[in-house]
């Protein structure tokens, strides 16, 4: 007890005890001039108190890795060891740290102390440093007297009270490092644990062991241990993980959702977890009694500065998973230095992670927490001020980053003339890299500028995204975006944004093998291109028109429309959209069997390329040249110009061109025997074609591995390979890719299971070549027909078939002409008399 002393020079310095209801002795030392211990007649020993842990937690759970590294860090030592563990509140600190102490007591038997040091404890200021040590030096029985004043007296006291003794010592929720130096022991054979919520680097020699929330699963496991109930069903599991994932992770949610469901035992955790997750205010639901994750979130907001303050509010109205300094400053308003440093120390605080270099992230409930303080603090007016200034950054920043991305000039609206500070994105890799990034916050941002009526801003994002979910995927969110953005635009009377969404769409939907709504998407950006006077938009839409033209196999018109393509961007001097179609119409010439003009063609495309340093449209025309070359049997350039190609799409990032490109190395490969090498690229292609949603380019693969496994004689595999191959084309609309399957089919069953099931498959695909006017795939057709009518006796009708198959191989120039020609002959010398009889294939 104390009593008030005279206000004498005289006055002796008081330590007040105070037993805490966890059992752990506390006290401070008063002033001089305030306290003096009452007089007594015989004053009673002094009280020691050296094993104060609170008691561990039963339903502890996860964090085997951190407390395995605590444990491993007790060997014996030089030097006091001392671990800071710090995270966000409410992740579990103390329980670990408790948790680990427990395990620790039988090698420090001098004493296991806790003392508390309410950083962020409600009703209480930060311990100071001088009260805390009396505290502990009451604890190890010193008499109050015998105290001395001052905190360097005292934490010389206490260092020399733990000379010799091995100690363990776990300081909570520590304010910052000047509140926890005084306290450390001096000598080996101690152990300290601090928890904090700020990062405490500036404490020496310290082991930081940062906490981050559960895993899915001990997420679940800590739910089902404190409620006392496992689910049964897939029904009450799959409520469980939603319940878990709504907590965000993180221990105190699950803890007090799971606490308020083991007093219900008639509840049921499916409609539990509905009930949460359609709560207005779910922060408000993790509340019991006075443990509540929205007060301990406040007490970490209000030890802010009012600048921080406001800054955090901020982040709550970022509608992405994470930012960086750009966003977080166009978005507060402030300079672009002052939110480097405003990140910093939030994420010093734990009020934001930091998952990589420069990017940080609010934990889901801590985004709550700050929209929930803006939506009380701040006006409309400002909040949707702050909102335009960030959708303007993205815009254009994302605006930046594509022109080193597309394939195309884009028509636009006018750039303003004043912009946001940005990251420099001066190279394609650049653009890649920061699109890659920012992906998610863009797709969040295009949504909300929906939401919010901000309908120039999600056009425009929308589009300056389409280039890299065109090379990158996922397919079905371009599309989606796409179709959102020509319906808004058509709503809101913008023509151009409207045309250049119905070009983009267009361009997917051919993508993944929709050729009829590809065209009809077309035609209708190229409309509107025309009505309001936009000639490199139309001369992107015939571009576009033209490709879907030759997927299909209808060549004349894509060659028609490629020609028209290629004198508008002639005439309005676009180079980059003059190589464009300059390439495309080489494809169009090597699709018709005229190798050597489109040999040219694509070499023409490739010198303006190289001349605009246009990488992407460089690695196109390699990868179609070295097509070309593979036609004609030049299978040493044919994998050289492929390497070359795939090279540059891995440089530049372009996921699409890579696959494509691993398929064109397979088949070359294969060509020429080596089947392992050419099973691996194929391997590699299909699995990046599945990756980013392409079914065309997945049934090119499916094929390619097909006839790897008939030529190793794996007919099984190459039958299953082979048909879903032909389904795929079937059901993207490609005639020329599912005549090419059926002859692949046709071989392999001439190999498997005899001539007559082959001719089927021959004349299928013959039939389908001659539908698309594909030389190539006709004159196979016609050479597998002859073979087998050559195994069944038919001998003029395979002569006349198979001299067919080598006119129309020598007139495109093909490869096979001189194995073809070489058969016909042998064939001839057998059957000398049937040589002037022909019955040509219908």
């Given at each position: 007890m104390t009593t008030p002393a005279s206000r004498g020079e005289d006055a002796t310095a008081q330590v007040r005890i105070e037993m805490h209801a966890d059992g752990n002795a506390q006290g401070y030392v008063a002033g001089r001039d305030q306290y003096v211990i009452q007089e007594a007649p015989a004053a009673p020993a002094p009280v020691t108190a050296l094993r104060t842990l609170p008691r561990d937690v039963a339903a502890f759970t996860g964090r085997q890795a951190e407390v395995d590294q605590i444990l491993a860090a007790t060997q014996p030592s030089r030097v006091v060891a001392i671990h800071t563990i710090d995270g966000m509140p409410?992740?579990?600190?103390?329980?670990?740290?408790?948790?680990?102490?427990?395990?620790?007591?039988?090698?420090?038997?001098?004493?296991?102390?806790?003392?508390?040091?309410?950083?962020?404890?409600?009703?209480?200021?930060?311990?100071?440093?001088?009260?805390?040590?009396?505290?502990?030096?009451?604890?190890?029985?010193?008499?109050?007297?015998?105290?001395p004043d001052g905190l360097d007296a005292r934490a010389g006291l206490w260092r020399d009270r733990l000379t010799g003794r091995r100690m363990l010592l776990v300081l909570d929720d520590a304010a910052s490092h000047a509140q926890v130096e005084p306290l450390l022991p001096g000598s080996e054979g101690c152990l300290v644990l601090v928890t904090s919520r700020h990062r405490l680097t500036a404490l020496d020699g310290a082991t930081p062991l940062p906490l981050d929330t559960l895993s899915s699963a001990d997420a679940a496991l800590l739910f089902t241990r404190l409620a006392h109930r496992t689910p049964t069903t897939t029904a009450s599991s799959e409520a469980l993980a939603r319940i878990v994932e709504l907590c965000g992770f993180l221990p105190l949610a699950i803890a007090l959702l799971a606490g308020r469901f083991a007093h219900h035992p008639h509840w049921n955790l499916t409609?539990?977890?509905?009930?949460?997750?359609?709560?207005?205010?779910?922060?408000?639901?993790?509340?019991?009694?006075?443990?509540?994750?929205?007060?301990?979130?406040?007490?970490?907001?209000?030890?802010?500065?009012?600048?921080?303050?406001?800054?955090?509010?901020?982040?709550?109205?970022?509608?992405?998973?994470?930012?960086?300094?750009?966003?977080?400053?166009?978005?507060a308003d402030i300079p672009l230095s002052k939110a480097r440093c405003e990140l910093e120390a939030l994420y010093e605080d734990h009020l934001i992670h930091s998952p990589a270099v420069g990017r940080y992230r609010l934990h889901d409930l801590l985004r709550a927490y700050a929209r929930t303080l803006t939506t009380g603090h701040d006006p409309a007016d400002v909040r949707e001020a702050a909102a335009r200034r960030l959708l303007d950054y993205y815009q254009h920043a994302v605006e930046t980053a594509d022109r080193h991305l597309t394939d195309?000039?884009?028509?636009?609206?006018?750039?303003?003339?004043?912009?946001?500070?940005?990251?420099?994105?001066?190279?394609?890799?650049?653009?890649?890299?920061?699109?890659?990034?920012?992906?998610?916050?863009?797709?969040?941002?295009?949504?909300?500028?929906?939401?919010?009526?901000?309908?120039?801003?999600?056009?425009?994002?929308?589009?300056?995204?389409?280039a890299y979910l065109r090379q990158q995927g996922p397919w079905h969110e371009a599309m989606s975006l796409h179709e959102t953005a020509a319906t808004t635009a058509h709503r809101?009377?913008?023509?151009?944004?409207?045309?250049?969404?119905?070009?983009?769409?267009?361009?997917?939907?051919?993508?993944?093998?929709?050729?009829?709504?590809?065209?009809?998407?077309?035609?209708?950006?190229l409309n509107l291109f025309r009505t309001i006077g936009n000639r490199r938009g139309q001369a992107h839409a015939l571009w576009d028109l033209a490709r879907v033209r030759a997927a299909t196999g209808d060549y004349p018109a894509a060659a028609d429309l490629e020609q028209q393509a290629l004198n508008l961007y002639r005439s309005l001097g676009d180079r980059l959209g003059e190589a464009n179609a300059l390439r495309e119409l080489g494809q169009v010439r090597a699709a018709t069997g005229d190798y050597p003009a489109a040999a040219d063609l694509e070499q023409q495309a490739l010198n303006l390329y190289r001349s605009l340093g246009n990488r992407s449209g460089e690695a196109y025309a390699l990868e179609e040249l070295s097509r070309v070359r593979a036609a004609t049997g030049d299978y040493p350039a044919a994998a050289d110009l492929g390497q070359q190609a795939l090279d540059l799409f891995r440089t530049i990032g372009n996921r699409s061109g890579e696959a494509y490109a691993l398929g064109d190395l397979g088949r070359v490969r294969a060509a020429t025997g080596d089947y392992p090498a050419a099973a691996d690229l194929g391997q590699q292609a299909l699995d990046l074609f599945r990756t980013i949603g392409n079914r065309h380019g997945e049934a090119n693969a499916l094929q390619d591995l097909g006839r790897v496994r008939a030529a190793t004689a794996d007919y099984p595999a190459a039958a299953d390979l082979l048909?879903?191959?032909?389904?795929?084309?079937?059901?993207?609309?490609?005639?020329?890719?599912?005549?090419?399957?059926?002859?692949?089919?046709?071989?392999?069953?001439?190999?498997?299971?005899?001539?007559?099931?082959?001719?089927?498959?021959?004349?299928?695909?013959?039939?389908?070549?001659?539908?698309?006017?594909?030389?190539?795939?006709?004159?196979?057709?016609?050479?597998?027909?002859?073979?087998?009518?050559?195994?069944?006796?038919?001998?003029?009708?395979?002569?006349?078939?198979?001299?067919?198959?080598?006119?129309?191989y020598r007139r495109i120039g093909a490869a096979d002409a001189p194995s073809a020609a070489e058969n016909l002959a042998q064939l001839q010398a057998q059957h000398p008399a049937d040589i002037a009889v022909q019955e040509p294939t219908d």
């Open positions: 409410g992740v579990g600190k103390t329980a670990l740290a408790v948790h680990a102490a427990h395990q620790l007591t039988s090698r420090y038997p001098d004493g296991q102390m806790f003392l508390r040091l309410n950083a962020h404890t409600a009703g209480h200021n930060p311990a100071d440093p001088a009260d805390a040590l009396a505290a502990l030096l009451l604890s190890l029985g010193i008499d109050p007297p015998s105290i409609d539990y977890a509905d009930e949460f997750a359609a709560a207005q205010d779910q922060l408000g639901e993790l509340a019991t009694g006075d443990r509540a994750v929205k007060a301990a979130f406040d007490m970490s907001y209000r030890a802010l500065p009012p600048e921080r303050q406001r800054l955090f509010r901020y982040l709550g109205l970022h509608p992405g998973p994470d930012t960086d300094a750009y966003a977080t400053a166009a978005l195309s000039s884009r028509p636009t609206a006018p750039v303003p003339s004043t912009a946001p500070a940005a990251p420099s994105v001066a190279t394609h890799q650049q653009a890649l890299t920061w699109t890659r990034t920012e992906h998610p916050n863009l797709t969040a941002c295009i949504h909300q500028a929906h939401a919010t009526a901000q309908h120039s801003h999600a056009i425009r994002l929308t589009a300056a995204l389409a809101t009377g913008d023509r151009l944004g409207e045309a250049n969404a119905l070009r983009e769409l267009g361009q997917v939907r051919a993508a993944t093998g929709d050729y009829p709504a590809a065209a009809d998407l077309e035609q209708q950006a048909k879903r191959s032909r389904s795929l084309f079937r059901e993207v609309g490609d005639v020329q890719g599912e005549a090419e399957a059926f002859n692949s089919t046709g071989a392999l069953l001439a190999a498997s299971t005899g001539p007559q099931e082959a001719q089927v498959a021959y004349r299928e695909a013959l039939h389908l070549a001659r539908q698309v006017q594909s030389p190539l795939d006709e004159a196979h057709a016609l050479e597998g027909i002859a073979r087998c009518q050559v195994r069944t006796g038919q001998w003029q009708a395979a002569l006349a078939d198979l001299r067919q198959a080598v006119n129309i």
